[in-house]
């Protein structure tokens, strides 16, 4: 899952926001867009394979993680949506269901949040499988949520947070040397304040990721494809309510350089980020 800031005053300040949004953009993003390449570990479930020719679906899962539209963190942190441990699956307790025709992880709670993961094993002609083979497995499609209530602090404030996050994500090309990535995740949170200044804001995140091409290669950059959020933050201080809008979208062109374009409060900034972190963003 995605990184979330735990930095929120800007949502509560949003004329503060607006005057940092382009610095902010191109910061947020450029961190955000490094973890894209670099890729997000080796937690992803794998399955056992009575194949002759196994699947290296650790590999395939990370790969998926490390351009997961959730993966981009600079659209949450930019609407000051709050930080959030998730808890991780355990890889080994993922079985296939012929009911589902897929593999489900049982569901684990940990800290008031619980995640459930399932995962679905495709051939070149769109049939189910229920090994993974690297000569007939073709694309993974993986489903992940996130539900619950968690009793935190940001900046010494008690706070609770109600959290719905849904992810869906499927992998194309396994059998070709370019690797297709598309799918969508939604995330709604629902936070309350209390102590000096009680507080209720609202959280909401749709994100779309569109014909990703991730080379077969290690180390490549995606070659093509957009990931696009909209968010919207609402939040009510006393009698004060304020409501922020944003809009953000990730072009790739097959170099380490993309475009990131922003729209927060009717306010555009357009920056290339250097994946490579070899260039500072330019805005």
């Not at 994500?169 to 995740?185: D, E, F, Y």
């Not at 004060?240 to 097959?254: I, K, M, P, S, Y």
């Not at 475009?259 to 555009?268: E, I, R």
């Amino acid at each position: 899952m995605a990184r979330r800031s735990s930095r929120f005053p800007e949502v509560f300040l949003p004329k503060h926001l607006l005057r940092t949004t382009v610095r902010m953009s191109a910061a947020v993003a450029a961190t955000a867009l490094a973890t894209l390449a670099a890729g997000c570990g080796s937690d992803a479930p794998t399955t056992p394979s009575s194949s002759s020719n196994p699947l290296d679906l650790t590999s395939v899962f990370a790969q998926m993680s490390s351009a997961d539209a959730s993966s981009l963190g600079s659209a949450r942190s930019l609407l000051g949506v709050p930080a959030l441990v998730v808890p991780t699956t355990l890889p080994s307790a993922c079985s296939f269901s012929s009911t589902v025709q897929g593999f489900v992880c049982p569901s684990k709670t940990s800290a008031g949040l619980t995640v459930g993961f399932t995962y679905f094993l495709y051939d070149a002609a769109g049939h189910t499988q229920s090994s993974a083979d690297a000569t007939t497995t073709d694309a993974v499609r993986a489903v992940a949520d996130v539900k619950g209530t968690v009793a935190t602090q940001f900046n010494a404030i008690n706070a609770t947070m109600a959290v719905d996050d849904h992810s869906d994500m499927t992998l194309k090309g396994l059998l070709s040397a370019n690797r297709t990535l598309n799918g969508t995740s939604t995330s709604h949170l629902d936070l309350t304040t209390t102590g000096s200044a009680s507080t209720h804001s609202t959280f909401d995140l749709a994100t779309t990721t569109a014909n990703v091409v991730l080379p077969k290669a290690a180390g490549s950059w995606p070659a093509s494809g957009t990931v696009t959020s909209d968010g919207t933050a609402k939040t009510n201080v006393g009698a004060n309510a304020v409501t922020l809008d944003l809009h953000q979208v990730v072009t790739f062109n097959g170099t380490s350089i993309v475009t990131v374009t922003t729209t927060v409060a009717g306010h555009t900034s357009t920056c290339k980020i250097d994946l490579s972190g070899k260039t500072a963003p330019v805005c």
